[in-house]
Nanobody, 122 residues
Framework: QVQLVESGGGLVQAGGSLRLSCAASGHTGSSSTMAWFRQAPGKEREFVAAINWSGGTYYADSVKGRFSISRDKAKNTVSLQMNSLKPEDTALYYC????????????????WGQGTQVTVSS
């Protein structure tokens, strides 16, 4: 089992920045791929970004050039730096992990955090 705990959410004005962090504990060898998803009210959960064990990164088109995902293997953490935030980025952001390679479907992720709220005001 892998436990994931997110932090760093909050309220920010449009154009601002936030940095989300996710700490993994437990059997972290099962978290080859780490990812961030988000879910806005009334919408389905959607893929935001992912990073594989080799450091390869993947992004949703909506956040490319604005968000950056990184991981610290020694600390078992993954971060999401979010710049130039827009009101449409408002959502509950989830950290997720899976044993195998990167996919963008939430169904392939075995482990999930509880989420951290990001609210971007206009």
């Amino acid at each position: 089992q892998v436990q994931l705990v997110e932090s760093g959410g909050g309220l920010v004005q449009a154009g601002g920045s936030l940095r989300l962090s996710c700490a993994a504990s437990g059997h972290t060898g099962s978290s080859s791929t780490m990812a961030w998803f988000r879910q806005a009210p009334g919408k389905e959960r959607e893929f935001v970004a992912a990073i594989n064990w080799s450091g390869g990164t993947y992004y949703a088109d909506s956040v490319k050039g604005r968000f950056s995902i990184s991981r610290d293997k020694a600390k078992n953490t993954v971060s999401l730096q979010m710049n130039s935030l827009k009101p449409e980025d408002t959502a509950l952001y989830y950290c997720a992990a899976r044993t195998l390679g990167v996919i963008t479907s939430q169904r392939g992720y075995n482990y999930w955090g509880q989420g951290t709220q990001v609210t971007v005001s206009s």
